[in-house]
């Protein structure tokens, strides 16, 4: 069965960056008929979805953090990746990565990793 393991947690100042990772065991991200999705929960808040990308590479945002996060993978080390610039404090949560796209239930997903954006 295919399992999930975020990296990178941190606690980083409002505007700097910080790159998360899942590992993917147990299937390949280059699998036809799945997307792979990055996710989020904020404290006290539900799941919230952030970014998804697709088998042809194209990918989708959640409107807060078009143009500052990107989303990527590689196919070798059937590896994701979320890169995360110019981060504010609502950007604080819990980031999971997740097998399905955005109309998933999400239920297929790594344990998370915390981030926290505060000065």
């Known amino acids: 069965h295919v399992q999930l393991q975020e990296s990178g947690p941190g606690l980083v100042k409002p505007s700097q960056t910080l790159s998360l990772t899942c590992t993917v065991s147990?299937?390949?991200?280059?699998?036809?008929?799945?997307?792979w999705t990055w996710i989020r929960q904020p404290p006290g808040k539900g799941l919230e979805w952030v970014a998804s990308?697709?088998?042809?590479?194209?990918?989708d945002y959640f409107h807060s953090v078009k143009d500052r996060f990107t989303i990527s993978r590689d196919n070798a080390r059937n590896t994701l990746y979320l890169q995360m610039t110019s981060l504010k404090p609502e950007d604080t949560a819990i980031y999971y990565c997740?097998?399905?796209?955005?109309?998933?239930?999400?239920?297929?997903r790594g344990q998370g990793t915390q981030v926290t954006v505060s000065s």
């Open positions: 990308i697709y088998q042809t590479g194209n990918a």
């Open positions: 997740v097998k399905g796209g955005p109309y998933t239930d999400f239920s297929i």
């Open positions: 147990g299937d390949s991200i280059t699998s036809n008929y799945y997307y």
